[in-house]
């Protein structure tokens, strides 16, 4: 049996919900509240302790790390493949995975979280693991400070041009046909846009409207609401 | 044709010698010696603009991030199978490499290189340090750097450091209490990852990794240590980190099966 704890159609969870759809797979629908802070409630830390969504439940056993949760759909359900045509395109799929967790989210969490935390996130702080503490109090507390923010925007004026870049050299992020690597990026990619100082470039705003018409996309994206709530992403790298 | 452009078999640089001795497959290496700084020089930036180490190039394609280079590797050649068949120990397998790449080799890295380098930038003019650095292409990478020519890391981020090292230990002893290995009961990239980085864990005396504390890491250290692609992999470096990994195995008392490889 498989479930999924997620926050709704946008960010990480936004990916595994189109994956879910690509795959056609059928699954238990576990929404969070991400307003009331439910991702910090004792019975979902007992799944992952750093209160991050989303989290697969297979048989069982909790999947946390959105990248690898596609993967497992992936190698779980192959069709239709997904992760690339071949293994240069696998590899871009792979580079792709750790891009945007080492460097995009991080650097998307710091410039949302030094724009005003809600205060209710304090709910359950405590509770969470030290680094995961230490980076909620430091969005909580306008904490950030003028030159992690300037550095969270050198990296995303870069990731401005990174785009550009590998969609100038393939018609998708993973090659020439729609990928996971598309699925991965897609909802942080299309934040750039309201916190990069640098605006995305022509063929990022043409590959985003492409992903937006994708069936699979579309059909997650018509379940979003109005009201966001402040999601804080991973931790940006400590040690170059 | 498969270059790989690195330092010693150690940490990242190390990661892709391991596999490929492991996955047995020949490639040409070249030695980039970060004693001298190398990748940060003009020739090395042609290859990697971003002045990082390793580099993996094969037919033309060219790999700078380790972790899916080693995926590249075990997807594109034949060899023993360094990924486990199951999507749960795949997962599983992926999860150990992320954990490694975002909180354990940051932390070791820091730790480690704020013992060694800034003797060393200490002893060079504030002019010289500052052209070294100039030559660093990216600003994260910058400012790392800055901190150790400059003796500046805050001695917080470096407690806080050495705190993740300790939990990782802990964390990678419970799970080879369940399997033989990381990601199951075969050799994998996790444990490829992980060796690269913990190899010369039980003769370092900063953190707690003997038979009693953590029975099940040195249970496994021995296990990998034994493995002749291990071995091969270690006998490549110059010096320092061959005779090291030799002592390591000693400690371990593990027999070394592979005297000499080709480079």
Redesign the interface.
Known sequence: MIALYHGGPAGHSGSVLVMLAEKGVEYEDRRLDLGRFEQHDEAFLALNPEGMVPVLV?DG?P???T???L??LE??FPEPRLDGAN??D??RT??W??YV??HLAPALAIVAGSRGAPAVAAAGVTRLT??RRALWIKALEGGFSADEIS?AQ??LGRAVDQFERALDETAWLNGETFGMADILAFPHAERLGDLSDVPPGARTLAWLEAVRKRPSVATVLAQRGRETAFALG??A???? | MLEVYTWEPNANSGKPLLCLKEKQVEFTYHYIDMGKREQHSEDYKKINPQGTIPTVVHDG?V?T?S???N??ID??FDGPSLRPPD??W??RM??VM?YM???VC??L??VASNQLAPPNFLKMSEEERRRELDKIP????????EMLMFNTTPRS?IEE?K??IEVAIKRFDALLKETPYLAGEEFSLADVDVMATFYGLPLNNAFEVDAEATPHLWHWLKRCHARPGIQAAFGLGRGFITKRAAEVREALGVETVAAETVA
């Not at chain 1, 790298?237 to 170059?240: Q, S």
């Not at chain 2, 990216?138 to 750097?145: A, D, G």
């Open positions: 297979v056993r999947l946390t790390e990248a690898y949760i993967h497992y190698e779980r293994p240069r696998r590899y792979h580079w995975d750790k967790e080492g030290p680094e550095g050198t990296t991973p931790e790298p400590r040690w170059g | 394609f790999m991030e972790t899916p280079a995926e590249y997807d594109a999507p749960f795949r997962w992926r999860q992320r790449d975002n909180i940051p932390a890295a820091m990216t600003p994260e990478r910058r400012k790392t750097w981020d450091s705190r993740r």
